[in-house]
């Protein structure tokens, strides 16, 4: 019998060559081989893995994580999946959705930078679940996690920018596209199943903007609701559930109908060097728990700050030099970013990642409580902050920025941050995730603890099974 996918190229014209992008993802994610990949690959992948788990851990010790769990456990009772830093468990797509919202509830997640996806966040939900419910071990549940961040990033790097600019946030795009393919992998699916999965996934995917208008908590929930979306569409297609083959290239396919209608999109980057060029090499980690456009601002202020033993008294105007295509994320509307209206909209507000790096010395995880956001000090600095249009930028490649300060005795101090730190060009070393790590993961486990997660983690891809490491991540 002649399959859905199998009929339509066989419709085509002799001349339409290339192969149906969710087939050839569909090959890379069935075919990936962990001993194949290099050492360098790993390694780094264990790195991501578990910077996201302490993001997760962290996020359980503010207001919207126990929210989180309370609401879709009322919903989805009891059942069998862990969840971070708790005792409960739940059904194993509820879990995914609480554990996705956990590992990017704090914006301290790891992100692609060309594309602007952050493809741990829905990939690892994922793969945990799935990988504990299929007896994977830790080298198959890493193999899975790989496939859809290498999935993720190259089908964001085709959008070009336009899912952003149509008001769509990507993680929530894209990342259902990788986790999809992630868990068809531990389910052991068909490369055709691997393809109607994909295209189911393009009727279950969303991510809306509109939380940059007040700060509302919906972007938490994005790379989770991938996930579940991802799930329930590989057990469809896995039961005979046919969904379009031309999910990506489509005419209305996800670039068609997602990404801004005047942003030329490229689908051939969807599968681009795979096998070849590792993109996971290029996902920067986050030293600052806000949104990564606001990193070289902070880093920038910071050392303004040292520089010139900078006081909050003494600058007469603060101004940001940073890419037109950031603008609308984390400058406008400027009257919101001068007075975030919470923590969330906090996080994406260059005016108050600036000054409160001034004023407090630091951005951290303290400078996003209620104390921080309503200090009169960093709220006058903010008044007197503004952006400028930045034409020599990198982005997206890096996510850069200068800061000006023109002080009241009237000097000009600049600094720049030209590639943002935790990328390539500026890359956080191997102690500094794990400084961080034991930071985040400290909020809730002994220090006894904490190093068992890191020994899991580290160990993974020797590991036989996941127990150890679901062990190690609840109560």
Known sequence: MTSVAEKFEDDAPATAAPALISRTLAQFARG?????????????????????FGVGLASTTFDFGPVTLNGVHA??????????????????RDAVLVNGTLIHGLDFDDTHADSVVHCSASALPVVLAMGLKYGASGAEMMTAYLAGVEA???????????????????????????????????????????????????????????????GAWTKRM???????????????????????????????????VFAAHDVTTEPAKATANLNTAWELMNIAFKPFPACHFNHAFADAAL???????????????????????????????????????????????????M??????????????????????????LCSKARYEVDPTSLFP?????????????????????????GSDKNPLSRDDILGKFRDNAGRVFDAARTEQVIEA?????????????SAALTK
């Not at 769509?168 to 999965?197: I, K, N």
């Not at 951005?363 to 960093?378: N, V, Y």
């Not at 000097?411 to 941050?417: G, K, S, V, W």
């Open 75 to 92: 919903v989805s009772g009891d059942g069998d999946s862990p969840i971070l830093g708790s005792d409960v468990r739940l059904p194993l």
């Open 355 to 380: 000054a409160a790096s001034i004023v407090r010395g630091k951005f951290t995880l303290d400078e996003l409580e209620d104390d921080a956001l309503r200090d009169p000090t960093i709220l006058d």
């Open 457 to 469: 983690v580290m160990g993974l891809d020797k590991a036989p099974d996941l127990a150890a490491l």
């Open 397 to 421: 490649r890096y996510y850069g920025g200068e800061v000006i300060v023109r002080t009241k005795d009237g000097r000009e101090l600049r600094h720049r941050e030209a590639h943002n730190r």
């Open 152 to 214: 993720d990033a190259r089908i964001g790097m085709g959008a070009n920018g336009g899912f952003h600019k149509q008001g769509y946030h990507p993680t929530g795009l894209v990342g259902a596209f990788g986790a999809a393919l992630a868990a068809g992998r531990l389910m052991g699916l068909s490369e055709e199943h691997m393809m109607m999965a994909q295209g189911i996934t393009l009727s279950t995917t969303s991510g809306a903007m509109e939380f940059l208008e007040d």
């Open 303 to 353: 050392a303004l700050r040292a520089e010139h033993d900078l006081k909050p008294d003494d600058i007469e105007e603060l101004v940001a030099l940073i890419h037109e295509r950031q603008v609308p994320v984390v400058c406008e509307p400027e009257a919101n970013k001068k007075v975030p209206a919470n923590s969330y909209d906090a996080k994406f507000s260059v005016h108050y990642t």
């Open 32 to 52: 990936l081989d962990l001993s194949t990949v290099p050492t360098e690959v790993v390694e780094r992948a264990k790195l991501n893995i578990l910077d996201c």
């Open 222 to 256: 994005h790379p989770a609701w991938a996930g579940v979306g991802a799930i329930t569409a590989a057990y469809m297609a896995q039961a005979g559930y046919v969904g379009p083959s031309r999910a990506y290239e489509g005419r209305y396919g996800l670039y068609k």
